[in-house]
């Protein structure tokens, strides 16, 4: 069994149908990411995004189909094991109760904690290194609720890669972020596939970001329909106007594609 978890995809859906409020997002969905995959998932306001996402991350029952973490259905899972897994990342963050940006950051080691565990040492190197990665060294002691929305997200991303799981699943990573933060933070990811072998789903809304991080997306129409392939196929701006319901121009320059409203 531990030989087939080894070689098992980090997320698998077969067949898999997501439906809200009797609205259906997704139909018959066949899903897998591996190590060091990174697929974008796009579609208009509305058409299911989240929805889809946190069916993904276990955190709600699908209509129909099979879906498993690496090899193990979530059924089998305690939400320490998937947590151990995949980490997921809600559009809101909420902090019910005082903390500072440290302590916040590691909340993301709880995982790999002992019930009775406190942090390590190496537990606070890991969630230091975090913060430092999304810049936000030197407000260790700041109390989170006293963020701006920006350093909040960062801040939720840095929880997010101190629980170092092997699949991340972002609900629009890149909200409240200026430019500078978004590039860095879809840079983080695409290094941590590329270095470390990991897993990234993202829901994004800016096309050309996610054909230059990505390497295959997901298209939801909001009506059951997807389309799922190699970033080259599939982000094209016929395939977009259809999707947004908007004409749009698609320009390349050194292999990066992007597309303005015609």
Same mark, same amino acid.
């Given at each position: 069994?531990?030989?087939?978890?080894?070689? $098992?995809?980090?997320?698998?859906?077969?067949?898999?149908?997501?439906?809200?409020?009797?609205?259906?997002?997704?139909?018959?969905?066949?899903?897998?990411?591996?190590?060091?995959?990174?697929?974008?998932?796009?579609?208009?306001?509305?058409?299911?995004?989240?929805?889809?996402?946190?069916?993904?991350?276990?955190?709600?029952?699908?209509?129909?189909?099979?879906?498993?973490?690496?090899?193990?259905?979530?059924?089998?899972?305690?939400?320490?094991?998937?947590?151990?897994?995949?980490?997921?990342?809600?559009?809101?963050?909420?902090?019910?109760?005082?903390?500072?940006?440290?302590?916040?950051?590691?909340?993301?080691?709880? @995982?790999?904690?002992?019930?009775?565990?406190?942090?390590?040492?190496?537990?606070?190197?890991?969630?230091?290194?975090?913060?430092?990665?999304?810049?936000?060294?030197?407000?260790?002691?700041?109390?989170?609720?006293?963020?701006?929305?920006?350093?909040?997200?960062?801040?939720?991303?840095?929880?997010?890669?101190?629980?170092?799981?092997?699949?991340?699943?972002?609900?629009? @990573?890149? $909200? &409240?972020?200026?430019?500078?933060?978004?590039?860095?933070?879809?840079?983080?990811?695409?290094?941590?596939?590329?270095?470390?072998? $990991?897993?990234?789903?993202?829901?994004? &809304?800016? @096309?050309?970001?996610? &054909?230059?991080?990505?390497?295959?997306?997901?298209?939801?129409?909001?009506?059951?329909?997807?389309?799922?392939?190699?970033?080259?196929?599939?982000?094209?701006?016929?395939?977009?106007?259809?999707?947004?319901?908007?004409?749009?121009?698609?320009?390349?320059?050194?292999?990066?594609?992007?597309?303005?409203?015609?």
């Amino acid at each position: 069994v531990a030989a087939a978890q080894m070689s $098992a995809p980090l997320l698998a859906a077969q067949g898999l149908s997501v439906e809200i409020g009797g609205r259906c997002v997704a139909r018959a969905l066949d899903l897998k990411i591996e190590p060091g995959q990174r697929l974008a998932i796009l579609g208009r306001n509305g058409a299911g995004k989240s929805t889809l996402l946190a069916t993904l991350a276990g955190l709600r029952q699908p209509l129909a189909g099979h879906l498993e973490l690496g090899g193990s259905p979530y059924a089998a899972l305690t939400p320490r094991a998937a947590a151990l897994r995949r980490a997921w990342l809600g559009q809101t963050q909420a902090d019910p109760f005082g903390s500072t940006v440290l302590e916040t950051a590691l909340t993301g080691r709880h @995982p790999h904690l002992g019930r009775w565990d406190w942090e390590s040492t190496r537990d606070t190197e890991l969630a230091l290194g975090a913060l430092a990665a999304v810049g936000l060294a030197g407000m260790e002691e700041r109390q989170s609720h006293t963020l701006s929305g920006g350093e909040r997200q960062r801040l939720a991303i840095a929880t997010l890669l101190a629980q170092a799981a092997p699949l991340y699943l972002l609900d629009e @990573p890149l $909200a &409240h972020l200026d430019l500078n933060h978004q590039m860095a933070v879809l840079e983080l990811f695409a290094g941590a596939a590329r270095d470390c072998g $990991a897993g990234v789903i993202m829901v994004l &809304h800016d @096309p050309a970001l996610a &054909h230059r991080f990505c390497d295959q997306a997901l298209l939801i129409d909001g009506d059951g329909n997807c389309e799922l392939g190699a970033v080259d196929t599939v982000l094209t701006a016929k395939k977009l106007s259809a999707l947004y319901g908007y004409p749009l121009r698609q320009f390349e320059d050194s292999g990066r594609r992007s597309f303005i409203p015609d």
